[in-house]
């Protein structure tokens, strides 16, 4: 990935449904990925919000920006794969939508994982929150880093 070419730039042309969706990448560092779904009518569900689908194509794609962010120095030795997620609806979702992902553990000791040959697994909290700030989805993905071989 060159310089000029951010981490929302290499996913959102990387992966079609981000761009189906209109899904936008505000913030994509190591510490934190935000990304933003707006309100589209052809995407509600039968309450007149965003359907499951796309909020989990939303938090899938915070948590998968913060992985290659945080890990994207690695990615000519592993593959960042998900294992497992679950997401838990606390709040009707209802317009434009965010989603915050942030890494549960720190970098360093994935990376260290990874040199002693392990496939490091480390889990990435996403919150989902509607405009006026009440959290309306929390998803949690354990992802890995695959060492080539």
């Given at each position: 990935?060159?310089?000029?070419?951010?981490v929302g730039d290499m996913l959102s042309a990387s992966v079609p449904m981000v761009r189906?969706?209109?899904?936008?990448?505000?913030e994509t560092t190591?510490?934190?990925a935000v990304l933003s779904l707006p309100d589209q009518a052809e995407y509600?569900?039968?309450i007149g919000?965003?359907?499951?689908?796309?909020?989990f194509t939303l938090a899938e794609s915070a948590s998968g920006a913060i992985v290659v962010a945080a890990f994207g120095d690695q990615l000519h030795r592993a593959v960042p794969l998900p294992v497992t997620t679950q997401m838990a609806f606390k709040k009707v979702a209802k317009g434009d939508l965010t989603a915050t992902a942030v890494l549960a553990r720190p970098i360093a000791e994935v990376v260290a994982e990874?040199?002693?040959g392990k496939r490091p697994?480390?889990?990435v909290q996403v919150e989902i929150?509607?405009?006026d700030g009440d959290v309306t989805s929390e998803m949690s993905v354990v992802w890995t880093l695959r060492p080539n071989s």
């Open positions: 990935m060159s310089t000029e070419t951010t189906t969706l209109g899904i936008t990448y505000l190591a510490e934190r509600h569900n039968h919000g965003p359907h499951a689908g796309a909020m990874l040199d002693e697994e480390f889990p929150r509607r405009a």
